[in-house]
């Protein structure tokens, strides 16, 4: 037995990384075969092989590095996957959470700490800072249950960063009366770096993600990218006297909008910080702790008592406290409650900082009953913030199910169809088509290629299979599947008609004609025979940035709209866009149609930011377009002839697209109409139709001839 110990600690890095990746593997299995939190299996897994358990692994820089990077990450996606504009219109109720989250077990703590375990002032206001902050170590299982939308979830989050900053700064002033930095310049300059901080970030950092993320789409270098701003931010907020962790939260914030919930970028993001980082920051959290000293006696363990009591019942008043103010259900006091409970990563700093003051020669701020009594408060909050956490996303999934079982409609057919020829469109298709969908139905995507049965059939077949891959990797990095396939036709239109047919697809989302080499028409060879042969709804797309740069999208809306059968359909997958986009909505349309879609938006999609403009008649277009910036989408609610709110001014829609809105991202909506199947033939209603009439270009004629400006 002494001779296996001799090869303990682990040094050699190859084994350590191998050790680490086992425990990230194996600890879910077990703790599910357990019932037990996966998070509480990590934390334990660090307690068994660091040098307080059975010394198989030191605390070295590799978790240092990587537990860092894992503190970080946690904030980070915490503020990326945020809804904003949630947020805004809760923001009295997240700062009053934040101020009680904050304050509460600060008052708390100090009386306890100075007069039940004899510590000085100085001592129990940094205890007092400690039980203030919190980490949100269980925010991983929020994010594993799909409820980082969930109102509780912003409220805690937004909370934790507020509670976090309070007792930092707090601790800057303890900090600084031992320094001597407590005079006027040293807040000054203390104001001075915070506000260079906040201006750098909120002025500068939008303005080159936005100019980066339009001009390179390569998924290693835009993750590099978002990296890069996540560590510059923590880096500028150390700097500034703060940790490092609020500035990887800013930066999540800051991010938020150039990030869609549903694109392969944030796939990645997740994926890796679970994969890794994360659990890496768990293993370390549960390597400083050494849970033998509560068998030495010497009062230890009233310390930790005292200390889990007042952490837990602290941050349980503020939860509850807020639950019941703001009108909310009761599981959402429990999820808060879980989330604000943990202490780890800011109680830890806090810990360090206090073990470098010294009160006297040879003696600390902190003492070894206050460094393992809060290193042992550390594990038994984190077990119960997991726990409680686990607990409650259950219960709110049940109560989410049966509340919208009542509410939602019965049946979605949505199945999203992609017809794609050009690499330099399909891209951008792909990701429409990921803001649009309804990841609840869980169904994927279908791309096709329709190649011409021509002599150059087999070498068009195999470029189109090579661009479907490359997509269906796009489509996989968001963890959606896409069906794919290559097909010969004689006609494009007949072959996307029938492949439509199919596939069972319930809309087409294409992009808009651009190769004036291949047709001069604006529809291109068979756009027109495509929407006139199809009574389904059919998307045609022109970006000219990438979509999640896009700040407002600007719908115009014929009237007599609402009337149509695919009226609800359209305004669907448009609000869903603006939701995972986070940016404005707004619809031009009459005031009918208008307040229709403004109760759809309250009743079905309350995060959306909907903006209601005026529009009487569709001769207003070309004003429209003024108020059309580069970073904005502009989409054209359109009818097929002969339906209830078809304009003989769409005729007009492709010379006024070409003269005010040329260099603007767009979209043209032929929604869903009543119509028979679409493989029915009469003569009464032809399947194609010319894309100028014969009476206008004798009217273009005359003007031309006579030199009259239209």
């Known amino acids: 037995m002494q001779e296996l110990s001799n090869y303990f600690p682990i040094t050699d890095p190859t084994l350590i990384f191998f050790v680490v990746l086992f425990i990230i593997l194996l600890a879910p299995i077990i703790m599910g075969k357990l019932r037990i939190p996966h998070i509480v299996g990590m934390v334990l897994a660090g307690v068994v092989i660091g040098e307080h358990g059975l010394n198989i692994l030191q605390r070295d820089g590799s978790f240092e590095l990587f537990g860092r990077v894992g503190m970080y990450y946690i904030m980070f996606l915490a503020a990326l996957e945020m809804d904003m504009e949630n947020v805004k219109k809760t923001r009295n109720g997240i700062l009053s959470f934040g101020l009680l989250t904050s304050i509460i077990p600060f008052v708390l703590t100090i009386p306890i700490a100075k007069y039940l375990l004899g510590y ?34 912003s409220f805690s989050v937004g909370a934790t960063m507020i509670a976090l900053f309070l007792a930092l700064v707090t601790l800057a002033a303890i900090s600084a009366t031992f320094t001597g930095g407590g005079s006027i310049a040293f807040w000054g300059l203390f104001l001075l770096k915070i506000t260079a901080f906040c201006v750098i970030s909120i002025l500068l950092i939008p303005r080159i993600s936005r100019w980066f993320l339009r001009r390179y789409s390569d998924a290693v270098m835009q993750y590099i990218f978002v990296m890069a701003i996540m560590f510059l931010s923590a880096a500028m907020a150390s700097f500034s006297g703060l940790e490092g962790i609020l500035g990887a939260f800013f930066a999540g914030l800051i991010l938020n909008r150039y990030i869609p919930r549903l694109s392969p970028l944030m796939n990645r993001i997740e994926f890796i910080g679970n994969a890794i980082f994360i659990p890496y920051f768990l293993i370390g959290v549960g390597m400083l702790i050494n849970v033998r000293v509560l068998f030495h006696g010497g009062g230890i363990i009233g310390v930790v008592i005292a200390m889990v009591a007042v952490a837990t019942i602290g941050k349980a008043l503020a939860a509850y406290l807020v639950c019941i103010v703001n ?12 989330l604000t409970t943990a202490h780890a990563a800011g109680g830890i700093a806090m810990l360090m900082v206090g073990l470098r003051l010294e009160t006297s020669p040879g003696h600390f701020l902190v003492d070894n009953n206050m460094l393992n009594g809060v290193i042992c408060m550390i594990l038994f909050t984190c077990i119960i913030s997991s726990v409680i956490t ?17 509410e939602s409609p019965k049946f979605d057919d949505e199945k999203i169809l992609l017809p794609m020829k050009y690499p330099e469109l399909a891209r951008g298709l792909v990701n429409v088509a990921l803001m649009m969908r309804n990841p609840r139905l869980n169904r994927g995507l279908v791309g096709i290629n329709i190649v011409y049965d021509d002599d150059h059939r087999q ?3 195999e470029s189109g299979r090579q661009l479907l891959t490359n997509l269906a990797k796009m489509a996989s990095a968001a963890d959606v599947k896409m069906q794919t396939q290559v097909r010969i036709a004689a006609n494009i239109a007949n072959g996307i008609k029938y492949a439509f047919k199919e596939f069972n697809a319930s809309e087409i989302i294409m992009g808009l004609h651009i190769h004036k ?22 998307i045609f797309v022109r970006l000219k940035q990438p979509i999640n740069t896009l700040r407002c999208i600007q719908v115009a809306v014929p009237s007599r709209a609402e009337f149509e059968p695919g009226f609800h359909r359209w305004i669907e ?11 404005r909505i707004m619809f031009h ?16 999609h309350p995060s959306v930011r909907g903006e209601f403009v005026l529009m009487e008649h569709w001769n207003e277009l ?20 002969g339906n209830l709110s078809y304009k003989t001014a769409f005729e007009k829609l492709p010379l006024e697209i070409e003269r005010y809105y040329s260099g603007k991202s767009l979209m043209i909506v032929f929604p869903d109409q009543y119509g028979e199947r679409m493989d029915s033939m009469t003569f009464a209603e032809p399947q194609h139709q010319e894309e100028t009439s014969a009476y206008g270009s004798i009217k273009k004629w005359i003007r031309r001839t006579l030199k009259i400006e239209e």
């Open 390 to 406: 686990e607990r409650t996303a259950k219960h709110i999934l049940i109560y989410e199910k049966k509340r919208k079982s009542t």
């Open 459 to 461: 070498e068009n077949m």
């Open 120 to 153: 000085s002032t100085t001592a129990s206001l940094l205890l007092g800072c400690i039980m203030a902050s919190n980490t949100l170590i269980a925010y991983p299982i929020v994010c594993r249950y799909g409820l980082q939308q969930h109102q509780s979830a």
């Open 517 to 538: 080499e291949i047709s001069p028409k604006f529809w291109g060879e068979f756009a027109q025979s495509l929407y006139n042969g199809l009574n389904r709804q059919i």
């Open 327 to 338: 009108k909310m259900h009761i599981t959402s006091g429990h999820m808060m409650f879980g």
């Open 622 to 641: 070309p004003h429209l377009a003024s108020s059309v910036n580069d970073d904005h989408i502009i989409v054209f609610v359109i009818s097929r002839k």
């Open 573 to 583: 997958r448009l609000l869903r866009m603006a939701e995972n986009l986070d940016c």
């Open 589 to 604: 349309a009459r005031h009918d149609c208008n307040d229709l879609i403004r109760d759809y938006i309250r009743r079905v």
